[in-house]
């Protein structure tokens, strides 16, 4: 066993730049897997702080919809004398409202005016001097708010509005008198701003904080009230966090405590849900970042196993002489083993560092795409990743070299030593006739048992739903790989590479083709797409992997009609043909990268284009929105349907529409997907006369899905005329005042019908509308609107409800009586015309300083929004995403691009004495660089073929989905093509001159 | 055999590792003459250079000093280009190991030095298949190397070394892979040819028995030349 020892440590030495080479591959691998890792945590923990940071360490909030909360003394004795255990309490009172600079001209919506105990606890957020340092003292607090008028502003919103200390502001603010809110317009004095930091009250932000004491006397509520209850239940959620499942047990213990079934409190496990929430806005994103990063991992892989194979296959001549002394098996295999695992444990060490110097640049990215800002954020860099990261490249680099170095210690030496490089073929065993009879019966049984059960599989109904998609994909994945494997035993390898090639190539291609369009929920329509992304590429890969002869036969073909020398072109195809394993794996990368960089330029663009082009049309004539904080008290002052006509001559027709904020309760059968099953949403009366003049549609919205048998006549890519023919129809049930049952069929004694502007609440959902000191009333989703211009801002969901509910809701809609949501058509030209220019118009005209409101203290805060930009910014916002993934995926090509390099040079080494037996022959140093190159560069061409047919089969199959217009950016596709062959001449160039400098005479000793 | 001096060496001298502690001096002063159509032997024990006598020659190495005069032409003087296209038109060369691209059949590889030139592909190939039906090995074309036995390995990489008719064949070590018999076959095989088309063979060889296949004899020691002779069959 010493001679091994001693072999290793003096083959380790005497190769020790090709063992180099092999640890930058290996490290290369290593630091996609962990950069891919880091990237993404990154992006989530920032987003998800995104929306905690405000929250603080508050866990659970009850709340009385805005109304004030009568005796919280009571309440909180009550918790107190329960189990629960907290951190800590504190009460508050507060209301949102418009906060307006007048000698700025500033107004901003949706501030939260607050009063705290002066003692509250400190978990709960800090005041701090501007300059961060100081804490305020309960003393000069108790002296600055001893003027009632006088507040401190949060940071944010002290720069937002150009404030300044001791000036005065205005503010919008509901004085309750009885059960409504009256509004008033209130002077206040801006007493200083408190310092942006940590979480809670020195996050900032859009907050105006006075005593207690003082918002009571301002609102009018009395010192027994409160607005709201926060119960933390942990006092640093960072160190000690709070489990989702225990804070919805608390929630559900606080829920029982408080009687909220006759006392109407909401009790709501605030941090939980906006967790949740937030893991559900990130999820689309999370999605294509993951997709993304598996498949830049996936290249990382490939990477890594051609790297070990080359090193294996170098040294098949010192195998055959180990071999022929008397080297047992496992001795050579120990050798190898060893060799992989210290190259593999450096190579992943170095690559720990390389992913993390990858992801401090792609989180600056991110900064930047997603959260507007150009400071640096830290890259978050958990254990897991790292272990993970390592462990993977560890294993892999172990695993990718020993294997072949297994079947290596097969060979015959004699043969090797004669420099035979063959090593013997296993016959496939009875172990693989048992995995495809295997495969196959899974298959076979998991149809039978769908069709029993699911009674649809073929049925369009059966593939409505994601699970019998899967369920469908998984069974005929069995059978067809069942049937491949078992082919490897009938009949040949080669031919069992073919039919899993062509399996999963079917198996994408018939789900883009015939499932994905009849799935009409875009999250599960993003999951299938994922899969049949992966599965195309790899298929494509295998398949031409395994007739790789046959297309370098084709590529010689037409090599030799070009003027490069025959003999160069014979030598670079046929070697490509030779290692296909290796070839697969380097073109293998080239696809993955490329499909990944042209998909996502196409899908940007044909999103991009068809967003926009079907914005006038689903805007439904909608050109601009107007939405109000508060309603307008005096109506003596203005008539907003009456009066904004006058503004600008342009504007045709406006409408108002009565807007309530209310709690929705799902029915459990709904299908949400998003957790809560109590979260907030506007409500909407629309009368038969909102959209409609008479019998015409003024603004005409589309419908999406609806339920049903309805559904089946929803055709989103047909016509025009038909969508809008389909639409009215839907419209005309939700006027009529048509019930459905839970079948989603038309029954007088169902179910009152409401229509959603969010996918959140699909067609067929049950939900219960929660009324303030009423029993909540069961509605029935009727529809979907594809596009609805009060969604584009907002952040809950909207539902569109018929004025049969209105004795139900009539006390929500008390706290807003009048209409605050206001609907403008114009004669502008949608794109082009002067839409933005009347939107600035409408808001001068609510809250300039010559606007009639303004000057009789009664001013709301407008917001006019023209639909058209709005979309603009929304597309630009994809586009951004797009943007960065590209990024995200160049870096998988730029470091893929290094790890091409030393693999072609790695490979030169090993075909030192070939190059020799060129020159020999008669080969000149420039047909030895051409050779080489062109050799890496049919490959990479391979790569990037496929990768190109890939992409745009996806990006068809994307807009067939959504009936988009297939736009193929030609300029960025030439772009990501020339950026590749560019690559890949590099990746083919550098090796070819290398192996030109190699003398015959030294090349033809050469022995590994 | 004819007068006309076909292969000139002049003081010719090859200095491994010049100016380092490790300077190994290969060959010195090495004169030799080689008519056309001449078939000699090299021989010497191993590392008295006559490997890299062959290398110069064949210019797949350069020669510390001295002259490599080829048909006339000084080829220690010609630059990396202008020696490599030299090679591919006026030598052969066959190698103990064979030498054969293991990933590519009989038939390519012996096509390959005349892919080189402007031949069309179809002329090469029926060149190359013409070469190998001579050599015997017309059932074979499409065989890769590791199906064939040692002997008919050699024959490709003879087949390959004459396709393009060169002035001089060098054999380093042709049959030091191959067991006695096939080793004769070749040798007979390397006779016939020089015999029918005056072709000239330059052959590094340990075995006396080889060489006395060959005219003349030229015995190296310590890189320098002991012993010249005419003799063998």
Redesign the interface.
């Known amino acids: 066993m010493d001679y091994i020892n001693s072999l290793l440590t003096k083959t380790f030495r005497r190769r020790i730049g090709k063992n180099v080479g092999t640890m930058i591959g290996i490290a290369l691998s290593v630091s996609l897997m962990l950069g891919v890792q880091i990237t993404i945590t990154s992006f989530s923990t920032k987003a998800l702080g995104f929306f905690t940071e405000a929250i603080g360490e508050n866990d659970i909030i009850i709340q009385n919809f805005g109304f004030p909360i009568e005796n919280y003394q009571e309440i909180i004795e009550k918790i107190d004398n329960s189990s629960i255990q907290y951190a800590a309490i504190n009460w508050r009172v507060s209301q949102d409202v418009a906060v307006y600079n007048l000698e700025k001209g500033y107004l901003e919506k949706g501030v939260s005016f607050v009063g705290v105990e002066l003692d509250e606890d400190p978990i709960f957020g800090r005041f701090y001097h501007p300059d961060g340092e100081i804490e305020y003292t309960k003393e000069e607090l108790e002296q600055i708010f001893s003027d009632n008028t006088s507040v401190l502003v949060g940071k944010y919103l002290f720069d937002d509005m150009d404030l300044r200390i001791n000036q005065t502001i205005k503010i919008r603010i509901g004085e309750l008198q009885g059960l409504q809110f009256n509004y008033k317009t209130y002077d206040l004095k801006v007493a200083g701003y408190i310092a942006d930091k940590e979480k809670g009250k020195e996050s900032g932000g859009r907050v105006l904080w006075t005593s207690i004491d003082n918002i009571r006397s301002i609102i009018g509520v009395g010192n027994n009230s409160v607005t709201e209850i926060n119960i933390s239940l942990s006092s640093n959620h960072d160190e000690q966090p709070v489990s989702k499942d225990y804070a919805c047990e608390v929630e559900a213990q606080l829920k029982e405590i408080l009687d909220v079934e006759n006392t109407g409190l909401l009790v709501i496990a605030f941090r939980a849900l906006v967790l949740d929430t937030a893991d559900k806005i990130i999820k689309d994103v999370l999605i294509a970042f993951n997709l993304f990063g598996a498949l830049i991992i996936f290249s990382g892989v490939l990477l890594l196993v051609n790297i070990q194979l080359i090193q294996v296959e170098d040294r098949m001549q010192q195998l055959g002489v180990l071999r022929a002394i008397g080297s047992k098996r496992k001795e050579i295999i120990r050798l190898f083993l060893m060799e992989s695992a210290i190259l593999g444990f450096i190579g992943s060490l170095l690559g720990l560092g390389g992913g993390y110097a990858m992801s401090i640049f792609l989180v600056w990215r991110i900064g930047i795409t997603f959260f507007n800002t150009t400071v640096f954020l830290t890259p978050i860099v958990t254990g897991s990743a790292v272990l993970y990261s390592f462990i993977v490249g560890f294993t892999l680099a172990i695993g990718a070299g020993l294997l072949p170095a297994i079947r290596a210690s097969r060979v015959d030496p004699i043969e090797v030593i004669r420099g035979i490089k063959k090593v013997k073929e296993r016959r496939m065993g009875t172990g693989i006739l048992v995995l495809g009879i295997s495969l196959i019966l899974i298959g076979v049984s998991t149809f039978a048992t769908q069709l029993a059960v699911g009674d649809s599989f073929f049925s369009i109904q059966g593939w409505n739903t994601a699970n019998e998609q899967w369920t469908f994909m998984g069974a005929v994945g069995g059978i067809l790989l069942g049937l491949s494997v078992l082919t490897a035993f009938l009949v040949s390898r080669k031919v069992m590479g073919n039919s899993i090639g062509f399996s999963l190539i079917t198996i994408a291609i018939s789900m883009l083709l015939f499932a994905l369009p009849q799935l009409k929920d875009v999250a599960d329509n993003n999951k299938i797409l994922i899969t049949c992304v992966v599965l195309l590429a790899l298929g494509t890969i295998i398949l031409v992997g395994v007739n790789l002869k046959f297309v370098t036969d084709l590529v010689t073909t037409i090599l030799y009609k070009t003027k490069i020398k025959k003999g160069v072109s014979l030598i670079s195809a046929k070697y490509m043909t030779s290692k296909t394993m290796r070839s697969t794996l380097t073109f293998g990368i080239f696809t993955l990268v490329l499909t990944m960089n042209i998909f996502a330029s196409i899908y940007q663009a044909t999103f991009s284009y068809n967003t926009l082009e079907s914005v006038e049309f689903l805007s439904g004539g909608a050109s601009i929105y107007v939405e109000l904080d508060t309603p307008i008290q005096n109506d003596s002052l203005v008539d907003v349907e009456r009066d904004l006509p006058k503004v600008d001559p342009s504007i045709e027709y406006v409408k108002g529409i009565n807007t309530t904020i209310s709690l929705l309760q799902a029915d459990p059968s709904a299908k949400l997907s998003i957790p809560s099953e109590i979260f907030a949403a506007y409500i909407q009366l629309i009368y038969n006369d909102t959209f409609k003049n008479g019998s015409k549609y003024v603004f005409d919205f589309m419908i999406e899905q609806s339920i049903g048998k309805f559904n089946e006549e929803y055709k989103p890519a047909a016509s025009e005329e038909y969508q809008r023919r389909y639409s009215h129809k839907i419209w005309d049930l939700f006027y009529n005042r048509t019930r459905f049952n839970r079948d989603g069929e038309k029954d007088p004694n169902g179910l009152p019908a409401v229509i959603s502007t969010n996918p959140i609440l699909k067609p067929g959902d049950v939900f219960n509308i929660t009324g303030l000191f009423k029993p909540p009333i069961e509605v029935i989703v009727l529809a979907n609107i594809r596009q609805y211009p009060f969604s584009i801002n907002s952040g809950f969901p909207i539902l569109l409800v018929t004025p049969d509910l209105l004795p139900f809701l009539s006390y929500n809609f008390a706290i807003l009586p009048k209409y605050t949501n206001f609907l403008v058509k114009t004669s502008e030209n949608f794109r082009n015309g002067r839409n933005s220019e009347i939107a600035n118009k409408i808001e001068t005209f609510f809250n300039g300083n010559e606007s009639i409101l303004i000057k009789n203290n009664d001013f709301v805060a407008a917001s006019a929004y023209n639909v058209w930009e709005e979309m603009l910014e929304q597309v630009d916002f994809q586009v951004r995403t797009f943007d960065f993934m590209q990024i995200f995926v160049s870096f998988g090509l730029v470091v893929g691009a290094i790890g091409m390099i030393i693999i072609a040079i790695r490979n030169v080494s090993e075909r030192k004495r070939e190059i020799g037996m060129m020159r020999a022959i008669g080969y000149k140093k420039s047909q030895i660089i051409l050779s080489i190159s062109l050799e890496l560069f049919i490959l990479a061409g391979l790569g990037l073929f496929i990768g190109l047919i890939n992409s745009i089969v996806l990006g068809a199959t994307f807009a067939r989905l959504y009936d988009w217009y297939l736009i193929i950016p030609i300029g960025r596709v030439l772009l990501y093509t020339a950026v590749m062959i560019g690559i890949a001449f590099l990746a083919s160039i550098i090796p070819g001159i290398r192996s030109s400098r190699i003398t015959p005479a030294e090349a033809l000793r050469y022995v590994g | 055999m004819g007068d006309e001096i076909i292969l000139k060496t002049e003081n010719l001298g090859k200095i491994y590792a010049e100016g380092t502690p490790m300077e190994v001096h290969a060959l010195r002063g090495i004169n030799i003459e080689i008519k056309r159509g001449e078939m000699v032997a090299i021989m010497g024990p191993s590392g008295c250079g006559k490997t890299t006598l062959l290398?110069l020659i064949?210019g797949?190495?350069k020669p510390t000093y001295g002259k490599i005069i080829i048909e006339g032409k000084d080829i220690s003087t010609l630059t990396?280009?202008e020696m490599?296209?030299f090679?591919?038109?006026n030598?052969g060369?066959i190698?103990q190991?064979?030498?054969l691209?293991?990933?590519?059949t009989a038939l390519?590889n012996t096509?390959?030095?005349?892919?080189?030139t402007n031949t069309s592909?179809f002329e090469?190939e029926e060149e190359a298949k013409m070469m190998l039906r001579q050599m015997g090995l017309g059932d074979k074309l499409n065989h890769l190397?590791?199906e064939l036995s040692?002997g008919e390995q050699q024959r490709v990489a003879v087949s390959?070394a004459l396709l393009?008719n060169p002035a001089i064949i060098l054999g380093d070590e042709p049959t030091g892979?191959l067991d006695e018999m096939t080793s004769k076959d070749i040798m007979d095989l390397f006779r016939s040819i020089n015999e029918n088309f005056k072709q000239t063979f330059i052959v590094v060889t340990h075995s006396k028995y080889i060489a006395e296949f060959c005219d003349r004899t030229i015995r190296i020691i310590d890189g320098q030349i002991v012993d010249d002779g005419y003799g063998g069959k």
């Open positions: 290398n064949g797949i190495d990396d280009e490599t296209e090679r591919l038109f030598i060369y190698f190991l064979f030498n691209f293991d990933f590519l390519e096509v390959l030095p005349l892919l080189l592909r090469a190397p590791s040692g390959r393009m892979d």
